[in-house]
């Protein structure tokens, strides 16, 4: 299954809303989670099942969809959410497979 | 708290072999499937090999079938990636993570090992 992520690059002000998009080439229900993954460090879990928040993960981050549209929303976006981020299904595997990637900048 | 360590990596040349350990601590490792993903420099994240809890349960992305195996020792709660073969594509931060409660999302990462193949 192509996951495909959108926009690339995304460039989003402190305290606006960003809102990231993943999209399936095939169904995969619900079983899609999300990444953050910051320079130098190793990529951490924010969502599974589309729209479960990971221990710990702040409650602006949120997710959505099911089937082959997705979405991962930032309410109000801190400093430190400036990051890549990853969507990625494990529905249909092997493989289990990533988008890839979107990078939030700030504007 | 969960804690995985990898180690292994370094300058290896075309064709020859590696293995990675993975360490854990923290948490049940004996009844946990793990998994290990790789990065290539710059580049995204690519599924690499996962294993269930009991050693059974292996499989492999593509691109490694045949030339890497995973493995573990639940006594030694250590995960491993022998890696053989090795070709310039496999140059990569290689990270392993734990397989997700309910499902083959990656829970915990630890903070990588590089492999760079090279001559």
């Known amino acids: 299954i192509v996951m495909t992520q959108s926009p690339a690059t995304l460039s989003v002000s402190p305290g606006d809303r960003a809102t990231l998009s993943c999209r399936a080439s095939?169904?995969?229900?619900?079983?899609l989670a999300w990444y953050q993954q910051k320079p130098g460090q190793a990529p951490r879990l924010l969502i599974f099942?589309?729209?479960t928040r990971a221990t710990g993960i702040p409650a602006r981050f949120s997710g959505s969809g099911s089937g082959t549209e997705f979405t991962l929303t930032i309410s109000s976006l801190q400093s430190e959410d400036f990051a890549v981020y990853y969507c990625?299904?494990?529905?249909?595997?092997?493989?289990?497979?990533f988008g890839q990637g979107t990078r939030l900048e700030i504007k | 708290q969960v804690q995985l360590v990898e180690s292994g990596g370094g300058v290896v040349q075309p064709g020859r072999s590696l293995r990675l350990s993975c360490a854990a601590s923290g948490f049940s490792f004996s009844i946990s499937g793990m998994h290990w993903v790789r990065q290539s420099p710059g580049k995204g994240l690519e599924w690499v090999a996962i294993i269930g809890y009991d050693g059974r349960g292996k499989y492999y992305g593509d691109s490694v079938k045949g030339r890497f195996t995973i493995s573990r020792d639940n006594s030694k709660n250590t995960l491993y990636l022998q890696m053989n073969s090795l070709g310039v594509d496999d140059t990569a931060v290689y990270y392993c993570?734990?397989?997700?409660?309910?499902?083959?999302?990656?829970?915990?990462w630890g903070q990588g090992t590089l492999v760079t193949v090279s001559s």
């Open positions: 993570a734990t397989r997700g409660e309910k499902g083959n999302w990656f829970d915990s």
């Open positions: 095939h169904n995969v229900h619900n079983n």
């Open positions: 099942g589309a729209s």
């Open positions: 990625q299904q494990y529905n249909n595997w092997p493989p289990l497979t």
